[in-house]
């Protein structure tokens, strides 16, 4: 029997590419330590994360890694987009935070679970709406680098 072999198209690329780096991110934020007593991380000096906020980058990443590997990383680009561009638009609206003024300067959590900012909602939308132009718009099986004609 004679085995295909794996194209690498843009959707498989793009899928892994965020699944390490979010899987990274996950990681890199449980290093760091908080910057006051609410929980808040300041990753990167921009980004505002804690406990929940890394187990779903990690979680998110590794999803990411096995729909590359295991060939659905299209569909996985078409999910993840919508949700995080739905995250980003979500993240803009004050009534989502609560409790507010619970947390001192804070303006509460994020649907109560956990923190986020301008930044992070930037981020979100922009890797979201990236993923649904990959996800929807980039044909499924067209490799990401054109093969040479065989001599």
Known sequence: MVQQPVLWTTNRIFALAIGIILALIGLIGFLIPAANSTGV???FGLFHVDTT????HLL?????????????ARTFNQVFGVIYTLLGLLGLLPALYFPSGAYGHD?????????????DHILH??????????????ARNVPAVPRSPAI
């Open 125 to 138: 939308l922009i890797i979201g709406i990236a993923a649904i132009a990959v996800g929807f718009f980039v």
């Open 41 to 43: 991380q300041v990753l």
């Open 107 to 119: 303006n509460g959590l994020f649907l109560g679970l956990m923190h986020m900012n301008a930044a």
């Open 53 to 56: 906020h890394n187990i779903i």
């Open 60 to 72: 998110t990443g590794i999803i990411g890694i096995i729909a590359a590997l295991v060939g659905q």
